[in-house]
């Protein structure tokens, strides 16, 4: 059982990037597929999420309006649009899964501090680096 990110690379800012989340081994069904961030020497932080099933999305306040969270069903991919990087996006970003929402989440902004342990199973990782 695997989920597995791709996508990330090292990029200037401004560009775009889209990273991507199959699962490997069992199907997101009705669980919760999460983006989650980890910038260099900070702890982990919602990026944003979207529930397969209805298309429920949700994401953090800082990202919210300039991230995109997409799923296609047929191949089983969610995928997050990050257009215009920044320096604060270089982080190693994970894809996630929970069988409930990670945080809480009110008009599809969550607040909150992520817990690893608010989630059932991590993929490795993507690396995203913004830099000039």
């Known amino acids: 059982l695997q989920l597995v990110e791709s996508g990330g690379a090292s990029v200037q800012p401004g560009e775009t990037l889209r990273l991507s989340c199959v699962p490997s081994?069992?199907?997101?069904?009705?669980?919760?597929v999460s983006w989650v961030r980890q910038a260099p020497g900070k702890g982990l932080e919602l990026v944003s999420g979207i529930h397969p099933p209805g298309g429920m999305q949700y994401y953090a306040d800082s990202t919210v309006g300039r991230f995109t969270i997409s799923i296609d069903n047929a191949k089983s991919t969610v995928y997050l649009q990050i257009p215009d990087l920044k320096s604060e996006d270089t982080a190693l970003y994970y894809c996630a899964v929970s069988r409930r929402l990670p945080l809480y989440c009110d008009g599809g902004i969550c607040r909150g501090e992520i817990q690893r342990s608010s989630f059932d199973f991590w993929g490795r990782g993507t690396q995203v680096t913004v830099s000039s």
């Open positions: 081994g069992f199907p997101f069904g009705n669980k919760f």
